[in-house]
C-alpha cells in the first residue's frame, strides 16, 4: 500500500464518514487492506529485510579487541581477526561500534553574555602596505571580536608593542562607544603571559585595565580554542577581504577595512542565526560606560633635549623648536601624532611616520636652528674683540740649554780643539 492509498483511505473514513465496506468497494481493495490502513497512526514504510553480513560472524571479537583497546585501528583489527574480505564493511561496523568503548568525551559548547567578553588577536595580513621613505611591511592589525553579538572590530597599528598596542586598543574602544568587561588575550608579549602556573600583564596594559575598570583573560599557552571567534575572523579577513585589494599606505588600508567590516557585520551568521548588528544594541547596553577621564595612552617620555635638537620615537628622529635646547621636553606619540611640548607650550608636532629609521625634520626648526647658531657665532666674536678667533701663545724653548746640558758646547760657548761642530 502506498502512502497516497494510506491518506485517501483516512480521508473517506474521518471526513465523509463512509464505511469499510464503501471505500474498499470505492477503492477496489479488501475491507483488510481498509482494516490495516485505519488501524496505522503513520504513514506505511517499505523496510528491506536485512540479511545479514559477513561482519555478524566476527563481531563477538571486534568487540573484545574493542574493549581492550578502544582506539584500535580497524586496518589492526582486521589482522587480528584474520579478516580476508573487503575492509569497506568491516570499517562501518568498527564505526558503530567503537563509540561503545570510548569514554564519553562531549565538546562544551561556549555561551556568552551580553557586554562580558570581547576576543582580541593580532592578524598579520599577508599584502605589502607602503609605509612611507620607499619602504613597505606588513604592520599588525588589532582584532576584536564580541562573543555575544559576533561584532568585529579592527585597525591598523604602527606595531605590537605595548604603547601602540594599547593605543590602538583605545582608539578602536572610542569607536565602539562602550568597555566590554572583559578582553580575552592570548600570551602576547605586550599584554602578558603565564609565569609560575598563573597568569601575569605587564605594567602597562595592568595600568590600562585599571584605567577602564575591566578584566583581561590570558589564555592558556597553546590553546588556540580559548578565543577561536577572533582566530576564524582573522582567516575570514583574509578570504574575503583581502583579495583584490592594494593600499596606498596604511590609512587607506583601515579606511577600506572600516568600509568593509560595516558590511560584513550586517552578514547573516549561522552560528547565532542572525547577522551581528541584530544583537549590537543588547550587547552594547550591558557594557560598561566609557571611562570620564581618558587613559594615557601611547608612547610618553621626558627627556632633555640635546644641542641636536631632535628626539626619537621607535627608531626615528623627530625635531623639536631648538629655542628650548638643554631643557626638558616632554615627548607624547599616538598613532597618528608627535607632539613635543615644554613647560606647557608645544615645540614641536610632527605627523607620525611608520617607516624605520627616518630623520623627519621642519623647515621652521631648521631655519631656527641656523639663525641660533649664527647669533652665538656672533656673541662669541663680539666677546674676544677682534672678530677672529685668538691666537694660542706657545712658549719656545731655547734650545741651546740642551747643547749645555750634555755638554756638546764650553761654556763660554767655543768649541775645544779637534771638536768636530
Known sequence: ???????????????????????????????????RALARDTAPKYVRVSRGSRVDAVEPQIRQLLKTTPTMPATVIAER??????LTVLKDRV????????????ASRTEY???????????????????????????????????????????MIASRQAPDLIAGHWQLLESIGAVPRELVWDNESAVGCWRRGKPTLTAEFETFRGSLGIGVHLCR?????????????????????????????????????TDWLVLANARHSRRIGCAPTARWATDRAAMLAMPPTAPAVGWSARVRLPRDYYVRIASNDYS????????????????????????????????????????????AHRETAKRLAHRAAAARDQATGTGRPTEVVVERRDLSVYDATFGLTSPTGSRAAGEVA
Open 81 to 86: 581477526i584474520g579478516w580476508e574480505h573487503g
Open 320 to 363: 623639536v623648536d631648538p629655542v628650548v635646547v638643554g631643557r626638558f621636553v616632554d615627548v607624547a606619540a599616538d598613532l597618528a601624532t608627535v607632539t613635543i611640548t615644554c613647560g606647557g607650550t608645544v615645540v614641536g608636532r610632527h605627523q607620525r611616520c611608520w617607516a624605520r629609521h627616518q630623520t623627519i625634520t621642519d623647515a
Open 95 to 106: 564505526r558503530v561500534l567503537r563509540p561503545y568503548y570510548l569514554p564519553p568525551d562531549p
Open 113 to 155: 553574555d551580553a557586554g562580558q567578553r570581547v576576543q582580541c588577536d593580532l592578524w598579520f595580513p599577508p599584502a605589502r602596505v607602503p609605509l612611507g621613505a620607499g619602504q613597505a611591511g606588513s604592520p599588525p592589525v588589532l582584532v576584536m571580536t564580541s562573543g555575544y553579538s559576533r561584532m568585529r572590530w579592527a585597525l
Open 1 to 35: 500500500m502506498t502512502v497516497e492509498d494510506w491518506a485517501e483511505i483516512r480521508r473517506l473514513h474521518r471526513s465523509e464518514g463512509k464505511a469499510i465496506k464503501a471505500i474498499a468497494r470505492e477503492l477496489g481493495i479488501s475491507r483488510n487492506a481498509v482494516r
Open 221 to 257: 599557552p597553546r590553546d588556540p580554542e580559548a578565543k577561536g571567534l577572533v582566530e576564524r575572523n582573522n582567516g575570514y579577513f583574509e578570504t574575503s577581504f583581502l583579495p583584490g585589494r592594494t593600499f596606498t599606505g596604511h590609512r587607506d588600508f583601515n579606511a577600506q577595512l
